[in-house]
């Protein structure tokens, strides 16, 4: 590749060729951060600098291979081949088995992935008698094992760490200390180490080896990092012994893209890099050559509330582009069809391919919604970096239970849960029951439910359990006639155990599954009141063959690419789309409720929402709905103050959402927030839509709508426009039958057309 360096701006320019001494890379987002990095590499191994005296390190496999690989079309791929160059864990891995015998381990050590140490974990658990305790999970151990070793603790260090230790107690993990102890005893004993060993045992290394460090200290006398606002303590603290001598690190990154710290990442690391490295050279990359100009001036305008950051000036010389659009929707219901009508108008419109749209949410199991909308206009999708929302484990075991409740023959649902949560039947149990199965041409669940079984061979223990696991479940069975589909699951959700389960384990992966049951609840509250209002059977029979057939999967089209794209915030950094939705953007969703309790974790959601906002090419669409489900319940919903902070002129608020109006400070916070004035369509009054967090009352947003009495029903005439509460603004199109029976044929701006039964429809009459 000739004449690279002329493909640079002058800061990029700069930052490339300025390699002597520390160096810190700010970049902005679609600043080019690859390309400098890239050629600040391939410059030096051109200035005659020994390839293997550079160590490149990055967050992902994708990312070495593909700069190396460019790195070899400027200086060989040959000389390229010799880099040290891969993500953390990979490099010192291969320093660890070099030096393996100074910490005791064989050069052949094995790593343990997340399912080896669980499995672990569960040997020490049954060993300490700790195994049937519901505190002690191994998710959870694991989870408290690997922040330890993150932040470089030791099991002797742990014992005495009065912070982990009242963790522990208010976890009821009082034997912490020793489980941890446990578990780096037999890593060393099998000879294996986990991925934080690989960080742990590194700084380890050169802190108890010095000649060993000096060594590394010497054989890499330029060293890069790139993603450096994404590194956590140990990794920190191993670039900066490694730099200590020749002081040639050059770190990467964008203070601004930092939201992994539930990961362990620590914002401060770039931040306070120029207390770290006295003399250090700032480069700011400022151009983005991703976005429109409008784009990138509202993510600055949002981005400047936070008091944390490095300042920067981001700015764009493509065409100034259309203003980001911002639909307010009645339901997040609503706010599905509002999405997949949009894109299918800016699609015809503009020529584009399904693949140039993605939808972004902050939770996974704001998926649901807008899966279920793009399968009824049969669009394609993919779902990026997780499951479709019914294939997800928890919803999986929950339709589980609902299977067999109203089939018990369905062998391979009870197989499913007949042990989670667990009840002590285990592995040998379920192959006698299913070979009795076989042998008497029996399902599973008549074998357990024989009056002969105490016969076959089973201890009283074994008989006892499953005699209770059978009682659940024809207790379910029996519910079943007498009760709605929601209140039925709501029912098995919480008598199962599933629920406790998942409330037992205070983490941030089971509180995205209680999420996803969240959802779940939504949907069959949703489901049934919608075919009641139609005058259709909404039965759990119903529901679980209306669910077959969305995740029946033989239709999706071959071509993987052209799809509209589905995923969380987390999940797209480092993407472009040409059009980019951000959808729920409210109050207690986006900004979570979680991070709403402190100011750094509210400053890390709304860097969460200026990555959402730099993920877009040429269109931004934010949405947010008015009401929200929770828990099948119809609760009122506040717009973000993340929609306040955005400076209105980079705004396109169609009618029905007029201005912003600017207020003073709230709560005494330093970030100045702003009012949101909605014009309401149904009264034609202007209602105020406060981002400072307040709640209302749950009923508040649904008192509007309600079941119209026989009376009332006579004012329902072909023509009248009425408004429902998931489906907004409708024309009655006719109607059919006698009061108290009259069912309506409504045509929705954004559902489409349905028939309702006046009775049991929730509808407010506009005109």
């Given at each position: 590749?000739?004449n690279?360096?002329?493909?640079?701006?002058?800061?990029?320019?700069?930052?490339?060729?300025?390699?002597?001494g520390?160096?810190?890379?700010?970049?902005?987002?679609?600043s080019?951060?690859?390309?400098?990095?890239?050629?600040?590499?391939?410059?030096?191994?051109?200035?005659?600098?020994?390839?293997?005296?550079?160590?490149?390190?990055?967050f992902?496999?994708k990312?070495?291979?593909?700069?190396?690989?460019?790195?070899?079309?400027?200086?060989?791929?040959?000389?390229?081949?010799?880099?040290?160059?891969?993500t953390?864990?990979?490099?010192?891995?291969?320093?660890?088995?070099?030096?393996?015998?100074?910490?005791?381990?064989?050069?052949?050590?094995?790593?343990?992935?997340?399912?080896?140490?669980?499995?672990?974990?569960?040997?020490?658990?049954?060993?300490?008698?700790?195994?049937?305790?519901?505190a002690?999970?191994?998710?959870?151990?694991?989870?408290?094992?690997s922040?330890?070793?993150?932040?470089?603790i030791?099991?002797?260090?742990?014992?005495?760490d009065?912070?982990?230790?009242?963790?522990?107690?208010?976890?009821r993990?009082?034997?912490m200390?020793?489980?941890?102890?446990?578990?780096?005893r037999?890593?060393?004993?099998?000879?294996?180490?986990?991925?934080?060993?690989?960080?742990?045992?590194?700084?380890?290394?050169?802190?108890?080896?010095?000649e060993?460090?000096?060594?590394?200290?010497?054989?890499?006398?330029y060293?890069l990092v790139?993603?450096?606002q994404?590194?956590?303590?140990?990794?920190?603290?191993?670039?900066?012994?490694?730099?200590?001598?020749?002081?040639?690190?050059?770190?990467?990154?964008?203070?601004?893209?930092?939201?992994?710290?539930?990961?362990?990442?620590?914002?401060?690391?770039?931040?306070?890099?120029?207390?770290?490295?006295?003399g250090?050279q700032?480069?700011?990359?400022?151009?983005?050559?991703?976005?429109?100009?409008?784009?990138?001036?509202?993510?600055?305008?949002?981005?400047?509330?936070?008091?944390?950051?490095?300042?920067k000036?981001?700015?764009?010389?493509?065409?100034?582009?259309?203003?980001?659009?911002?639909?307010?929707?009645?339901?997040?219901?609503?706010?599905?069809?509002?999405?997949?009508?949009?894109?299918?108008?800016?699609?015809?419109?503009?020529?584009?391919?399904?693949?140039?749209?993605?939808?972004?949410?902050?939770?996974?199991?704001?998926?649901?919604?807008?899966?279920?909308?793009?399968?009824?206009?049969n669009?394609?999708?993919?779902i990026?970096?997780?499951?479709?929302?019914?294939?997800?484990?928890?919803?999986?075991?929950?339709?589980?239970?609902?299977?067999?409740?109203?089939?018990?023959?369905?062998?391979?649902?009870?197989?499913?849960?007949?042990?989670?949560?667990?009840?002590?039947?285990g592995?040998?149990?379920?192959?006698?029951?299913?070979?009795?199965?076989?042998?008497n041409?029996l399902?599973?669940?008549?074998v357990?439910?024989?009056?002969?079984?105490?016969?076959?061979?089973?201890?009283?223990?074994?008989?006892?359990?499953?005699?209770?696991?059978?009682?659940?479940?024809?207790?379910?069975?029996?519910?079943?006639p007498n009760?709605?589909?929601f209140?039925?699951?709501?029912?098995?959700?919480?008598q199962?155990?599933?629920?406790?389960?998942?409330?037992?384990?205070?983490?941030?992966?089971?509180?995205?599954?209680?999420?996803?049951?969240e959802?779940?609840?939504?949907?069959?509250?949703?489901?049934?009141?919608?075919?009641?209002?139609?005058?259709?059977n909404?039965?759990?029979?119903?529901?679980?063959?209306?669910?077959?057939?969305?995740?029946?999967?033989?239709n999706?089209?071959?071509?993987?690419?052209?799809?509209?794209?589905?995923?969380?915030?987390?999940?797209?950094?480092g993407?472009?789309?040409?059009?980019?939705?951000?959808?729920?953007?409210?109050?207690?969703?986006?900004?979570?409720?979680?991070?709403s309790?402190?100011?750094?974790?509210?400053?890390?959601?709304?860097?969460?929402?200026?990555?959402?906002l730099?993920?877009?090419?040429?269109?931004?669409?934010?949405?947010?709905?008015?009401?929200?489900?929770?828990?099948?319940?119809?609760?009122?919903?506040?717009?973000?103050?993340?929609?306040?902070?955005?400076?209105?002129?980079?705004?396109?608020?169609?009618?029905?959402?007029?201005?912003?109006?600017?207020?003073?400070?709230?709560?005494g916070?330093?970030?100045?927030?702003?009012?949101?004035?909605?014009?309401?369509?149904?009264?034609?009054?202007?209602?105020?839509f406060?981002?400072?967090?307040?709640?209302?009352?749950?009923?508040?947003?649904s008192?509007?709508?309600?079941?119209?009495?026989?009376?009332?029903?006579?004012?329902?005439?072909?023509?009248?426009?009425?408004?429902?509460?998931?489906?907004?603004?409708?024309?009655?199109?006719?109607?059919?039958g006698?009061?108290?029976?009259?069912?309506?044929?409504?045509?929705f701006?954004?559902?489409?057309?349905?028939?309702?039964?006046?009775?049991?429809?929730?509808?407010k009459?506009?005109?």
């Amino acid at each position: 590749m000739e004449n690279y360096l002329q493909q640079l701006n002058e800061a990029q320019h700069k930052a490339v060729i300025n390699t002597e001494g520390p160096s810190l890379v700010i970049a902005g987002a679609g600043s080019g951060k690859t390309r400098v990095l890239t050629y600040r590499i391939a410059y030096l191994l051109e200035k005659g600098v020994a390839p293997w005296s550079v160590l490149a390190l990055t967050f992902t496999n994708k990312a070495a291979r593909e700069m190396k690989n460019r790195i070899g079309q400027i200086v060989g791929q040959e000389t390229a081949s010799k880099l040290w160059m891969g993500t953390f864990h990979s490099v010192f891995a291969k320093i660890l088995r070099i030096e393996s015998e100074k910490l005791g381990y064989p050069s052949t050590f094995s790593i343990y992935d997340t399912t080896d140490s669980k499995s672990l974990i569960n040997s020490i658990l049954k060993e300490l008698g700790l195994n049937k305790e519901k505190a002690y999970r191994p998710g959870a151990v694991l989870g408290r094992i690997s922040a330890a070793k993150n932040d470089l603790i030791i099991p002797a260090v742990y014992a005495k760490d009065p912070q982990r230790t009242s963790a522990d107690a208010a976890a009821r993990m009082f034997r912490m200390p020793e489980i941890y102890q446990r578990y780096m005893r037999e890593c060393r004993k099998a000879g294996a180490m986990d991925f934080d060993d690989l960080l742990l045992n590194t700084n380890i290394l050169f802190r108890d080896n010095p000649e060993i460090l000096e060594k590394y200290q010497n054989r890499f006398q330029y060293i890069l990092v790139d993603e450096y606002q994404d590194t956590n303590f140990s990794q920190y603290l191993i670039t900066r012994k490694l730099a200590e001598k020749h002081k040639n690190i050059c770190v990467v990154g964008d203070d601004a893209q930092s939201i992994y710290s539930f990961r362990g990442a620590k914002i401060e690391n770039i931040l306070n890099f120029r207390n770290d490295y006295q003399g250090y050279q700032l480069f700011k990359l400022e151009q983005n050559y991703r976005s429109t100009q409008n784009i990138v001036n509202a993510a600055n305008s949002i981005i400047a509330h936070n008091e944390k950051q490095i300042k920067k000036e981001v700015y764009s010389q493509n065409d100034e582009g259309q203003k980001i659009n911002m639909f307010q929707a009645q339901s997040d219901v609503d706010e599905g069809f509002i999405v997949i009508n949009d894109i299918n108008d800016n699609r015809l419109r503009h020529q584009s391919q399904y693949e140039d749209f993605a939808i972004l949410y902050r939770t996974n199991a704001q998926s649901r919604i807008f899966e279920e909308a793009l399968r009824k206009k049969n669009i394609p999708y993919k779902i990026y970096g997780g499951l479709s929302f019914y294939q997800r484990k928890e919803i999986k075991d929950l339709l589980a239970y609902l299977r067999i409740t109203v089939n018990p023959r369905d062998s391979e649902a009870l197989k499913r849960v007949i042990n989670y949560p667990a009840r002590g039947i285990g592995k040998t149990t379920m192959e006698k029951i299913e070979n009795l199965a076989s042998q008497n041409n029996l399902s599973l669940w008549e074998v357990i439910t024989n009056p002969a079984l105490p016969n076959t061979g089973f201890n009283s223990g074994t008989l006892k359990k499953l005699s209770s696991f059978a009682r659940l479940i024809s207790g379910f069975m029996s519910q079943a006639p007498n009760m709605s589909a929601f209140d039925l699951t709501n029912e098995i959700a919480t008598q199962s155990g599933i629920m406790k389960e998942l409330h037992q384990e205070k983490s941030h992966e089971n509180q995205t599954r209680i999420e996803n049951l969240e959802e779940l609840f939504n949907a069959i509250r949703e489901f049934s009141d919608e075919r009641q209002e139609s005058g259709e059977n909404n039965s759990l029979v119903d529901f679980l063959e209306e669910v077959s057939l969305l995740t029946d999967q033989d239709n999706d089209k071959p071509d993987d690419l052209n799809k509209v794209t589905l995923m969380t915030i987390h999940t797209a950094k480092g993407l472009e789309f040409k059009n980019v939705y951000i959808v729920g953007v409210e109050e207690g969703l986006f900004p979570s409720s979680m991070a709403s309790a402190t100011e750094s974790g509210i400053e890390e959601e709304r860097r969460l929402f200026y990555v959402a906002l730099t993920r877009a090419e040429e269109r931004v669409t934010l949405t947010f709905a008015r009401n929200r489900y929770k828990y099948g319940e119809l609760t009122f919903a506040r717009p973000s103050r993340f929609l306040g902070e955005i400076n209105q002129e980079y705004l396109n608020i169609p009618s029905e959402s007029r201005s912003f109006a600017p207020t003073g400070k709230d709560r005494g916070s330093a970030i100045k927030k702003k009012r949101f004035n909605l014009k309401d369509d149904t009264s034609q009054e202007k209602k105020k839509f406060n981002f400072s967090g307040k709640t209302l009352r749950d009923n508040e947003s649904s008192s509007r709508f309600n079941s119209l009495a026989p009376g009332e029903q006579n004012h329902i005439q072909p023509g009248v426009i009425i408004e429902h509460e998931r489906f907004g603004q409708g024309k009655v199109l006719h109607l059919e039958g006698v009061t108290p029976n009259i069912k309506a044929t409504v045509f929705f701006k954004n559902a489409g057309q349905k028939q309702l039964l006046l009775k049991f429809a929730k509808l407010k009459i506009i005109t």
